[in-house]
């Protein structure tokens, strides 16, 4: 029986499944549990007292400009030095007037689905893919087509059929240090999904959140940014500077597509809030912030490093998980007959979360998989948390 | 002939019109031209120093709070504040846990329309109505049913038999100094609008950015906030303190539908801007806000009247205008046999620009209203550009 609020909402609304991650949250409220369950920064990674410099200064600096409307693509200023960042970090030969500000990366993702998704419209993601998307594309009612991620990237067999199917809008990757797995695609895994859909109509979305935080091996060329029109590529200040400005990018050299996402962003919030993008424009002009992000490298490489030899250390062999180059994640596989969601009560009851892997697949199975974050726990944390969670396995 | 890009849309945005504005905003970029055609409050309404004062502390005040992931719902200082004033000022009876901090009121409209609305549901608004949610919910395809807006308020009967219509999901009004006529509801019709709702499942948007700028007569009850669960009332920092820190709210005692317009928040941005909220919430806590109100109370009412007089010796009495009791816009409407775009053409040629009325209504017609907006223009400009709008009448 619909309540009467339910009989004012959309379909679309109320077809959506109940949050599985409320849920859980309420059973990782403790405050005494370790955490290893969100995907928070470290707070070590604000680069507090030169933002808090640049806040001091802004009044002077940019006075009314500050406070005043502006335009929904973002102040020029910030978008200018994201081009340029773009060109020379990665060679993609973009202007100003190819990048719009986004509050942050998740308003992306919505914006890209509302303007493209009708119900049933095709979606194709990484499986396991990210969470927060799948659950902003859910919105829009689209069909999604999972393709398989593994330690060399995307299966490419696999994304051809998916392409195959009718009303395909787009397709969402994470390329580097994927979230949930931390697995990044080969050089040779990116050339082969480009050859793939470089004749298509369809829109590439390379998010890329974490692609600074690499602390091994060498920067990979993006799988198409730059050179396939329908390619949006998604960045972030969130990972390294402040996530909570709300102050992220998308690129995309397609103008016809852009400005359609520019009208759909007025109509979601004007534009994104000024004074978090002048703070951090002065920021990102006033101080080094490649070596910020150096000092953010090295901080999770240690973390991560705990992680991993607490883990070899306590976990048995019959528990695998990833070795991520850079980012935020690590995933686990249980072995056979133990179910995440099981393990996740377990940890609880020891006063330690993860995230199980259930939320990041597109359908409903009990699977054996599970998310453990590094980079929001100290190391003394990672170790105990770790040394208690191997007790259960 | 769809382009390729046209291909990856979905039917509601290939079916959106051509923008009205981005045509006009064209013929209206000349820096010398007088622009009346706007709704932008004036710079002097910014409490600089005093925000400026309050960005240099908040890192000592807020430290990692400022910049770490926060609650969706908005900071729990600033919701509690909100609900404080609700109460002390107009009786509403909420508490923080009815507040939704939301990215600018735009966000609000966006996300009411996002969660309600089915392709044809029903949207009663007011005509002539607000263009920005006109836009907003014209993304989703609605059928809107007009109801004609005068001197008194909103045509009852009018709302009556639009509330009749089928699978009518809300009614969207701006009850004080509305964008674009400058009207004000009665009390009476306030409580006639209630006795027709009261015993509806609708929604009431009641979009109120200007409330707090009245500089004549007495301050009204709301239609049903506070009273009526459904009722969904938007309030705004960018009309008293800054519009570019993008921080609106939304109240709301319909617990249900709260959570629901919050989920689909945490989809579009995860959150508001905390460097904005907090940076707002130190300076409404650490300054004399209502002092400040009613210092942009006085300069708006003096820049009104300069307006009114200016037309009252310049325009003809065949030009009838409406005279506002707060906020930031006056309505005009021409004699018969001249339309406001022609008349928006020749304003151009003599440099000044007014709004014309077209994109306020839900059907396209050959208006002869068109929209002036007194806040952002000095005096001198206000005299000049009625003097040469009177030459054309």
Known sequence: METTTQQLLCKNVKALPPSFIKGMLKATQDPEIISFSGGLPSPLSFPMEALGKSMAHAVERYGTKLFQYSLTAGIPELREFIAA??????GLGVTAADILITTGSQ????LIAKVTLDPGDGVIVEEPGYLGALQTFLQYAPTFHPVALSEDGLDVEGLASALAAPRVKFIYTVP?????TGLTYSAQNRKAVYNVIRDKNVILIEDDPYGELRFDGKTLPYIAAGRFDNCILLGSFSKTATPGMRVGYLVCKNAELLETIAAAKESSDV?????SQYVLYDYLTHNDYDGHIAEIRALYESQCKTMLDAMSECFPASVSYTRPDGGMFIWCTLPEGKTALDFFYEAVECKVAVAPGDPFYTAPKAVRTFRLNYTNASKEEIREGIRRLGTLL
Do not use: G, I, M
Request: overall charge neutral.
């Open 176 to 180: 580097n240090f994927q979230n949930p």
């Open 107 to 110: 308003q992306a993702l919505d």
């Open 85 to 90: 960042r773009c060109n020379e970090k990665y």
């Open 271 to 275: 534009h994104t809030s000024v004074l």
